[in-house]
């Protein structure tokens, strides 16, 4: 007979053993025992995403640096970069070995308004659930202007 069992909030890496006995119609019982090993996994992953506030020029163009650590114990595959607001800032950085650091730059062009960017990275461990975090940047537009007055000349 085959049978699934399970147990929750597991915290801690254990050995599990199950053993098995049988009484046989004739003889002394009969017993077996098989163990598992059961690793408790932390996956995590942090986004860092730079400068934290700049200044462009209206029409200008805005350059972020993202950077992706993998802080957890295991490979995340995929772990992806979305980011709404700056499109270029996308990507799907593949697979990543625990402590593994990718950066990368990205532009965004003819930004006309102030806003917040969010980039979001997400990671797959072995097990689900996904792993996430983001990180802001300010985008401040400036409108340099100059303005010039001419008086009548006085003689």
């Known amino acids: 007979q085959t049978y699934t069992c399970t147990l929750a909030n597991v915290t801690n890496d254990f050995t599990?053993?199950?053993?098995?006995?049988?009484?046989?119609?004739?003889?002394?019982?009969?017993?077996?025992?098989?163990?598992?090993?059961?690793?408790?996994?932390?996956?995590?992953?942090a986004i860092a995403k730079t400068p934290d506030l700049q200044q462009v020029v209206a029409g200008g163009t805005?350059?972020?640096?993202?950077?992706?650590?993998?802080?957890?114990?295991?490979?995340?595959n995929p772990v992806i970069v979305s980011d709404p607001n700056a499109p270029n800032c996308n990507r799907n950085l593949g697979s990543m070995a625990s402590g593994a650091v990718q950066t990368y730059t990205c532009t965004l062009a003819n930004v006309t308004n102030d806003f917040t960017n969010v980039a979001t990275v997400t990671g797959t461990p072995p097990s689900r659930p996904h792993v996430t975090d983001n990180d802001d940047a300010v985008v401040v537009v400036i409108r340099?202007?100059?303005?010039?007055?001419?008086?009548?000349?006085?003689?």
């Open 16 to 45: 599990n053993v199950a053993t098995v006995t049988g009484t046989p119609p004739r003889g002394p019982p009969v017993t077996d025992n098989d163990d598992a090993v059961v690793v408790v996994i932390r996956p995590s992953i």
């Open 62 to 76: 805005v350059t972020f640096t993202i950077r992706v650590t993998n802080t957890g114990d295991v490979t995340l």
């Open 144 to 155: 340099p202007s100059i303005a010039i007055a001419k008086t009548p000349d006085l003689q």
